[in-house]
């Protein structure tokens, strides 16, 4: 992999997420309801710094959870011959909630599909909505999100990298050729 751009350092990175916290905010007026669930593994800190902000906006804390979404996916067979599963962290009703799925990057739609389908084994939401920091285009499935940080056009030779802090040790978006 080649490095070719940083597209979002880290005060970029934390702009598009107050203002992702904010169109969430608008978008449901009451947030009562809302829950964040990030998809394993680096939608899961983005989910914690949206419903951060979100407190910081409303005075309101959201419930923050976790999916991990392994053996969800369309292709585990395929991709996956000794799968590694994370920890799940959704121990709160879902039923008739709001459910906010947070993801880093939407390529395909394929692992927002399976997130759907970790969720909904937990129970029926009332409606559930996608924030992705990255859109970079090529679905497969007819999956839109309803927030997003940035949208970056891609080809299919490139690769966005998002690091994260708590996972990775720095916050940045970077686009790198295959």
């Known amino acids: ?7 979002m350092d880290e005060k970029a990175m934390n702009r598009a997420i ?6 969430i905010i608008e978008k449901n007026k009451d947030i ?5 669930v990030g998809i394993k593994r680096r939608g899961y800190p983005l989910a ?3 419903g951060r902000e979100m407190y910081n906006i409303e005075g309101k804390e959201v419930s923050i959870g976790a999916v991990d979404i392994t053996f969800y996916r369309d292709d585990l ?5 000794d799968p590694e599963v994370h920890k799940e962290e959704l121990d709160f009703d879902v039923n008739d909630k709001i459910v906010v799925l947070v993801d880093d990057v939407i390529y395909t739609g394929r ?3 399976a997130a759907i389908d970790a969720v909904i084994h937990h129970g029926r939401p009332h409606k559930i909505q996608l924030a992705v920091l990255i859109d970079r285009g090529h679905r497969e499935l ?7 940080g940035k949208n ?3 080809s299919r030779s490139e690769i966005i990298a998002v690091e994260v802090m708590e996972i990775d040790g720095i916050n940045r978006v970077t686009i790198n050729e295959l």
């Open 48 to 50: 914690q710094r949206i």
């Open 152 to 154: 970056v056009p891609t």
């Open 77 to 81: 067979k395929a991709a996956y011959k």
């Open 32 to 36: 009562t309801d809302v829950i964040l």
């Open 1 to 7: 992999m080649n490095f070719k751009a940083e597209i």
């Open 142 to 148: 007819p999956i839109r999100p309803d927030y997003v």
């Open 18 to 23: 107050t203002r992702m916290a904010h169109e």
């Open 111 to 113: 692992t927002v599909r």
